[in-house]
């Protein structure tokens, strides 16, 4: 994540969670007057490790959200680069041999194979079900009922009942398929290298090696910025501190100081 922001003087802080970049520029004129609310177009930072040159560059990419790098009233603006990744990339031309075929001798054998091809014919079967259904007789009698009041009479009926199944026939056409096979002959051939020569030529190899902060040997800033009239300066920084921030005990024991993963770069920009 990069933030850049314009801010007023203060110190940068004594512990980081690192790896992280805190840049702090100031920008004065020839005569050490600060230079306010200068747009810096482009930072670049360029890291000396075990004499190559590793540069990191902060610019206005052309996104309307990126307006670039504001400094504030008094001149001072801040990058902080979190996590701030440090690689250096580099190529190298090799030179590389290999064995190359100059000789060719073909092979060919005939091979046989057995080919199917699906034969398919409609077949129609009679498929059948029982269609069942209930055949009812109904027997009706008068039944005579009499008490004290006297006699009446009643119908009563019930039914006998026999399952009837009778036999539904359907035609139904299925598709039967078998594989008419037979074994075709076909010639196959093969190359095979019979006389090889070496040849040699450089390949370029491309690498990108992670930096360590505690790798760095040294560290210089250069900006491009407008000032408020719109007129562009290139200006190189004069670095008041320049390192891998450290911590250290009360008692300033050297012994005990500890690196943290955070580079402190402050510089003083001057036309």
């Known amino acids: 994540m990069l933030t850049a922001v314009g801010c007023s003087r203060r110190e940068p802080p004594t512990v980081a969670r690192g790896p992280e970049l805190l840049a702090i520029g100031e920008i004065v004129d020839a005569s050490g007057v600060p230079i306010p609310s200068a747009t810096i177009e482009s930072y670049r930072l360029t890291f000396e490790v075990d004499g190559n040159e590793v540069v990191k560059t902060y610019a206005e990419d052309g996104d309307a959200s990126v307006a670039g790098i504001q400094a504030d009233a008094s001149g001072v603006f801040r990058i902080v680069d979190a996590p701030f ?15 190359v075929c100059t000789e ?17 014919e409609d077949v129609v079967t009679e498929s059948c079900y029982d269609e069942c259904y209930d055949d009812c007789v109904t027997t009706c009698e008068d039944v005579t009922t009499c008490d004290d009041s006297g006699c009446w009479t009643d119908t009563v ?36 290298c019979i006389a090889t020569e070496q040849q040699c030529g450089y390949q370029t190899f491309y690498h990108a090696d992670p930096v360590a902060l505690a790798d760095v040997d040294a560290a210089t800033a250069e900006i491009t910025y407008r000032d408020a009239k719109g007129e562009a300066h290139t200006a190189k920084g004069a670095a008041l501190v320049s390192a891998q921030q450290e911590t250290c005990p009360a008692d300033r024991s050297v012994d005990a100081c500890e690196p943290f993963d955070l580079w402190v770069q402050r510089d003083r920009f001057s036309e």
């Open 85 to 99: 990744v440090l690689t250096h990339e580099w190529q190298e031309d090799v030179w590389v041999c290999e064995d």
């Open 104 to 120: 060719y001798q073909t092979t060919c054998a005939w091979v046989d194979e057995e080919v199917c091809t699906p034969v398919c």
């Open 157 to 192: 009926c019930s039914d006998d009942c026999t399952t009837v199944c009778e036999p539904v026939c359907e035609q139904v056409v299925e598709q039967q398929c078998v594989d008419d096979c037979q074994i075709e002959s076909h010639e196959e051939c093969t190359d095979e």
